[in-house]
């Protein structure tokens, strides 16, 4: 068995993913909770390098399923808008 700091903040990352997962908290995909070397919870992303105290903000849900004949886009603003490519009807709500 390893010892030493690298062996002590897996298992101390274990442990806090352990404690979040108990409480419902599931991380994100990629990002994994650690503890300093004072004790405190941070959480990083190996993927994007990122790093907080903070938790990272839960995924976005996924997208609505929708009729079929319809199709979601972006606008040139980043907005998503929705089109009926066989009646050719947009609507900026989700269709029904």
Same mark, same amino acid.
């Given at each position: ?25 599931? &991380?994100?995909?990629?990002?994994? %909770?650690?503890?300093? /070397? ?22 976005? /849900?996924?997208?609505?399923? &929708? ?15 929705? %089109?009926n490519v066989s009646t050719g009807e947009t609507s900026w709500?989700?269709?029904?």
């Amino acid at each position: 068995a390893s010892s030493g700091p690298r062996a002590g903040a897996a298992a101390a990352a274990r442990a806090v993913r352990s404690m979040a997962a108990a409480v419902g908290g599931q &991380l994100p995909e990629g990002w994994a %909770a650690y503890q300093d /070397p004072e004790g405190r919870t941070y959480y990083a992303n190996a993927s994007t390098g990122e790093s907080s105290y903070e938790p990272p903000a839960p995924a976005a /849900p996924p997208p609505p399923a &929708l009729p079929e004949g319809w199709a979601a886009y972006n606008d040139a603003e980043g907005r998503t808008y929705y %089109a009926n490519v066989s009646t050719g009807e947009t609507s900026w709500e989700v269709p029904a």
